[in-house]
């Protein structure tokens, strides 16, 4: 049996006990990050959140939606708790379409959707593409990658554990797409990465 509203509210996870200081130095990692490609930018101020979602991902999440932007959430996040947390702590619409949220949060990115199933944007506003927000294993094991682009000075390489194991191919067909396209966050154990849609990545 599901948990019954009154229950719900009783047991939401807590969200920024700083909303202000918090969210706004969560908005600078994120900005930051997508700024220079590749590059961690740390992330605090949630303790905890209803798993599977994690507390960077959770933090992400809260400090960029609100009542006017919908929220997308694939099935490992499509939680009554979860669902509960987000509309308490963000007023975000959820959606069960991808093509209808300005933001997407994959609990398994490994098994992230097509990003083309996301709304894309348009060559006059694309601005109205979506920000997906991709939980990573994080960023001191896994696959390489060498990223290029603007916001890189000539390349820098990194490392992902739990991404999309087409992530380089993936990469390349939105790039492709520019003006439109999507843009990554990765939400790491402790840390963002920004992978916009404009950076070249390969695997070595």
């Known amino acids: 049996m599901a948990p019954s509203p009154t229950a719900l509210a009783a047991t939401i996870a807590p969200g920024f006990h700083d909303p202000v200081f918090q969210s706004q130095a969560t908005f600078r ?3 930051d990050a997508l700024a220079e490609p590749g590059t961690e930018r740390p ?34 996040l499509r939680t009554p708790e979860i669902e509960a947390w ?3 702590h963000t007023g975000a619409p959820a959606v069960t379409d991808p093509a ?50 603007p916001g890189i000075d000539g390349a820098r390489e990194v490392t992902i554990a739990g991404a999309p194991a087409d992530l380089a191919l993936r990469l390349a067909a ?13 939400a790491g154990p402790a840390s963002v990465m920004g992978l916009p849609r404009t950076t070249r990545l390969e695997e070595i």
């Open 43 to 76: 992330v605090g101020g949630l303790t905890e959140a209803p798993a599977p979602l994690s507390p960077v991902a959770a933090a992400v999440i809260a400090t960029l939606a609100d009542f006017e932007t919908a929220v997308w959430r694939d099935a490992a």
């Open 29 to 31: 990692a994120v900005l």
């Open 100 to 149: 209808r949220a300005a933001f997407a949060v994959i609990g398994t990115a490994a098994d992230c959707p097509d990003f083309a199933d996301f709304a894309l944007g348009t060559d006059v506003d694309p601005s109205t593409s979506a920000t997906l927000v991709l939980q990573v294993a994080g960023f001191d094991t896994g696959r390489r990658f060498r990223l290029a682009g």
């Open 174 to 186: 939105n790039r492709a797409l520019f003006p439109r396209g999507v843009d990554l966050i990765l």
């Open 86 to 88: 987000l509309a308490f």
